[in-house]
Structures are given as structure tokens and as C-alpha cells.
């Protein structure tokens, strides 16, 4: 297997494109510094292919966060977070999510991230502070359907009033388990209803 988390995470044709590649690169910029995306799928070749675009009503960010082994020594979680792609559009989204390995495919203890352009995946990231986590313990097998309808319903904004409550989403991949975590800005002071 690669040692490039880049190519761990997406398929073998996303891999090699070198727009991909440096979406991945411009997303990270534009994360962590807080300016706008430059990273987008759009804004790396394919403006003129298509005069109908669809907005989704945020910006997100596909991370991922490979395998650390024991042999590599203690690493910061910030650390081994790779962003992958910034879509701000419908069309963006499923050329991204079509270059995306299957979560059943990825190696154990590999995580995917699924967040709004602008909060990193770390519990330190002001928006995620105060915030708190739905957790969903899935049997091994049926990660990938649960992932593809929640990313869905993410960037499809289907929480209804509470979409500005949402930070992102992780899907965890372990040994016994998979793991599906909703992430959100809320401490619990309100009471939330998403359906």
C-alpha cells in the first residue's frame, strides 16, 4: 500500500490527477489560514465545461486521516489530517465522491472527514470547542452505504433549522467496529431535532 495518504484515500484515477492533487494542497492552505477556498474541483480546470452549476448552500472539505503506526513515534493528531477536496457545488461533490474510495476499502484505523470549509476535524477548532458528538457504532460491512447518505444529507443541507448547529462528520474505520460520528457546534444547551 502507498505510503501517500493521498492516493490511500482516493481512487487510482483521482490519484494521479494532478488538479486533484493540488485541490488537496489549496484546501489546506485556505483551512488553516481562514481565507476563502481556492481549492475548489472548479477553480482547477473545469470552469468553462459547464455553465449550469448547482451551489450547495456551504463550502465542505473531504479529509482523510491515514494509519499511524507505532513505528512513527508519537504524532499530533492535527498532524495527520489531509485535506483531499473542497466542493462548493453539486457537480464538485460527486466528482469528488466518485474518485473516493469505498470506506469498506480503506485500512483499519483510517478515518475520512467530512466538514464545513473553515473548521478543521480537532475538538480544538473554535467552531467545535462547545461543541459535542452523536456517535453511531455500525458492524463491519455496512459503513458504506450509512457514509454515502449522511455525506448526502450534509451537503444536500437536509437538517432543515438546525444546519448551522453542524460542523462535519467522521467515519472511523476499526478493527471489531466502524464508527460514525455527527459533529456539532452545540453544547447541549439546546435541545436539537433533526429527523
Request: glycine residues 8%.
Amino acid at each position: 500500500m502507498s505510503a501517500n495518504p493521498f492516493e490511500q484515500a482516493m481512487g487510482a484515477v483521482g490519484a494521479k490527477t494532478p488538479s486533484a492533487e493540488k485541490s488537496a494542497k489549496e484546501a489546506l492552505r485556505s483551512t488553516t489560514s481562514g481565507k476563502p477556498s481556492m481549492g475548489s474541483i472548479s477553480e482547477t480546470g473545469q470552469q468553462g465545461q459547464n455553465a449550469s452549476v448547482h451551489p450547495l448552500r456551504d463550502t465542505w472539505v473531504f479529509w482523510y486521516r491515514p494509519p499511524i503506526t507505532k513505528a512513527n513515534g508519537f504524532i499530533e493528531y492535527d498532524k495527520t489530517l489531509h485535506p483531499m477536496m473542497a466542493v462548493k457545488t453539486v457537480e464538485e461533490f460527486w466528482v469528488a465522491y466518485s474518485h473516493l474510495k469505498r470506506p469498506s476499502s480503506l485500512p483499519t484505523v483510517s478515518d475520512y472527514h467530512f466538514f464545513k470549509h473553515g473548521v478543521r476535524p480537532i475538538w480544538e477548532d473554535q467552531e467545535n470547542k462547545k461543541g459535542g458528538k452523536w456517535i453511531l457504532r455500525l458492524k463491519k460491512g455496512i459503513a458504506d452505504r450509512y457514509y454515502e447518505d449522511l455525506l448526502m444529507a450534509c451537503a444536500g443541507d437536509q437538517f432543515g433549522d438546525e444546519s448551522d448547529e453542524l460542523c462535519g462528520i467522521v467515519l472511523s474505520m476499526r478493527n471489531g467496529e466502524d464508527v460514525l460520528s455527527v459533529w456539532i457546534r452545540n453544547e447541549g444547551s439546546k435541545v436539537l431535532k433533526i429527523r
